[in-house]
């Protein structure tokens, strides 16, 4: 409850924030008196403030799920949606554009400091610093185009407006359709008759909150052709116009193409791929390159297997309708549910799977056999430490966890500017009766589910990114953090 409280605190605080300094920079733009050092005081207090709203709404987000029923968070939604539209102010600044912009420029020009002719080699944290200073300059630019601000007429900036406000109100339409239908589909598979017809080695790796888990697990291992029919026409016709149905997202993703293509010609592109491409390029190439480069590559890769597919296929076929040849050759009873006169759609993973158990001998429980849990951790710790510098340390005989099987690590820096340790993690493969994955099944394997708590600690290492997160040190000097947030962190 103290968490909760502190959030409306440090919102209000950065809503105050953002308004009393824009307030300032108007002022001061209007006298021409502005000056460098203070639109990046600007930018870097703003950047650094906004990551308490980002980890305490990550922090709700959890009590979401840990503790639904003990808040309102229909009022903490408006609460931060309220609060959330105030940190675009920083991209709606046209003069803080305009001097990204000529950043930018400078940068291009081989004059990122503003002086040119220096012959000294820069050090490391300064390379470091000015790669961290472009991608902040590349994302402003990105996020005030596609907020209109390099639209120069005011009646161009009104219809964008208009524009955008329609798309975002069609896409939240699509998103509440498309998770109603889920819903209604998620439902559905609680049904015995579903889930007996898998195996109990699948029911343990499948997470049955996991729509698509589900449906490709039982697939594959359901003999009754009428039941996978059923269930691959249920999934696939969720929020799509299929007989009628009147919870579909048809005219929305009509509507979302249209508000799309008209933003992107609105802003200069001729079509909403290519604005997609260099907005969400910035900081750097994307990986596609061009909008011909994605043609391209969807083309060639299409003529390099279709010949592979047509094969493929043709083998499939023949297997799922010689059903009862090789059933009087083997002597084995007939089984209806193996014999199909014409393979369809519903009925490729399950013929797919026996093709490749009867003609290659391949069954995911032999391969199994060879990823025990111990093997598969090793390998994962083993590639962690290569890939990120890093060593990671098991702590033996920890009493201070939550079960016998919780297993405790901890994360050191492993190189020669750093052997500081910079987190730890408690991994459990074998969590018991969780409050959040409920089993909803016969096996008894279904209580078991992994999980795994990532300490960070934040008082053993320097530099900036340390320093963002300062003000979030508990008491400890830790903090509890998400997966993306661990990511984002490895990275820099």
């Not at 039941?227 to 691959?232: E, I, S, T």
């Not at 008082?459 to 509890?480: N, V």
Request: glycine letters at 6%; hydrophobic letters at 35%; charged letters at 25%.
């Amino acid at each position: 409850e103290k968490c909760i409280r502190a959030l409306g605190k440090l919102t209000i605080e950065l809503e105050h924030f953002i308004d009393d300094y824009s307030k300032t920079l108007k002022e001061e733009f209007a006298d021409k008196g502005v000056s460098t050092a203070k639109l990046n005081e600007f930018v870097y207090e703003i950047e650094k403030r906004l990551l308490p709203l980002q980890l305490n709404l990550n922090l709700l987000g959890a009590f979401r799920i840990i503790r639904p029923n003990e808040f309102n968070f229909k009022t903490f939604d408006e609460f931060f949606q309220q609060r959330l539209s105030k940190t675009k102010l920083r991209y709606l600044n046209r003069y803080i554009y305009c001097f990204m912009c000529e950043l930018k420029a400078r940068r291009e020009n081989g004059d990122s400091n503003g002086k040119s002719g220096s012959t000294e080699s820069p050090s490391e944290e300064a390379l470091f610093l000015q790669q961290q200073r472009n991608q902040l300059v590349d994302r402003y630019i990105r996020e005030s185009k596609l907020l209109g601000l390099s639209l120069k007429h005011h009646d161009q900036l009104s219809i964008h407006n208009l524009i955008n406000d329609k798309l975002i109100q069609e896409q939240q339409n699509f998103v509440s359709t498309a998770n109603q239908a889920t819903s209604i589909f998620q439902s559905n598979i609680i049904s015995p008759q579903f889930l007996d017809c898998l195996p109990d080695h699948v029911i343990t790796q499948i997470n049955h909150h996991d729509a698509n888990s589900v449906f490709n697990s039982f697939m594959r291992y359901c003999p009754d052709q009428n039941l996978r029919k059923d269930f691959w026409l249920s999934y696939y016709s969720r929020a799509a116009p299929y007989l009628g149905s009147t919870m579909n997202n048809f005219l929305s993703i009509e509507k979302i193409r249209d508000s799309r293509y008209r933003k992107a010609r609105l802003l200069g592109y001729d079509n909403f791929a290519q604005m997609a491409n260099d907005l969400r390029g910035a900081g750097g190439p994307t990986m596609a390159g061009s909008v011909e480069n994605v043609r391209a590559f969807i083309n060639g890769l299409g003529m390099r297997t279709d010949t592979r597919f047509e094969k493929n296929i043709k083998e499939l076929t023949e297997f799922a309708t010689s059903g009862a040849q090789r059933q009087s050759l083997s002597k084995q009873p007939a089984n209806a549910n193996n014999l199909v006169e014409k393979l369809n759609l519903w009925d490729l993973k399950y013929f797919e799977r026996l093709f490749l158990r009867e003609m290659y001998h391949i069954d995911s429980r032999d391969v199994r056999a060879h990823f025990p849990l111990e093997r598969v951790v090793t390998g994962m710790l083993e590639f962690a430490e290569n890939l990120f510098g890093i060593k990671i340390v098991e702590i033996k005989n920890e009493k201070n966890t939550w079960g016998p099987n919780v297993r405790h690590f901890k994360v050191f820096g492993n190189s020669a500017k750093s052997t500081a340790e910079y987190g730890s993690f408690y991994f459990d493969p074998y969590q018991r009766e969780s409050r959040i994955l409920m089993p909803i099944s016969r096996s008894e394997a279904l209580h078991t589910k992994p999980i795994v708590f990532f300490l960070m600690n934040f008082t053993a290492g320097t530099g900036s990114i340390f320093d963002q997160y300062d003000s979030q040190m508990l008491a400890t000097g830790k903090e509890l953090l998400n997966f993306g947030q661990v990511i984002d962190l490895f990275g820099k």
